[in-house]
């Protein structure tokens, strides 16, 4: 699927308002719901559109959030992910390249209970899946953002003024 200015005006409506009404959206779009509809339609059939999900304040149910940066090798990568698929408190992962190679990892997991996630990582050493790990508490809120492509044009690119 080619994605165009259309795709990407639907895309900002959604993000800005995803509980919106889909007559909201295809006002914030420019579009009929009839369009709107059409083209949600689409979207989730091409895979462009996964679902839309909520943004938790996870503190406020008792999580904290912890950053751990750990080294692994690329043939670990995908023993190591698919570790991070099945713990139940994952929130984020990305593999990272560089001096190092690994992949950092996000997690939310309940207040007083670093010590579990370290021993986790603990046995993933022992087991020779990750060489070395860096367990990181955030000083401030997690900020979750959508994506603004009013910037981004399907043809030219982004287009963004960083000093303004």
Known sequence: MVVDRLTLRILTA??????????ALGKSAGLSENTLKSKLRDLYTNKVLLGVSAQINHTSVGLEPIAVFADVEPDNFGAFEKVCELHPYTRYRIRYFGSNS???SMFSIPQHTTYMLIDLFEKLQQKNLVNS??????????????????SYDAEKGWS???EG
């Open 14 to 23: 959604i993000g800005q308002d995803p509980l919106g009404s889909v007559r």
């Open 102 to 104: 690994g992949v950092f």
């Open 133 to 150: 790990y860096k367990i990181e508490v955030p000083t401030s809120s997690l900020l979750t953002v959508e994506t603004q492509f009013n």
């Open 160 to 162: 963004f003024d960083w």
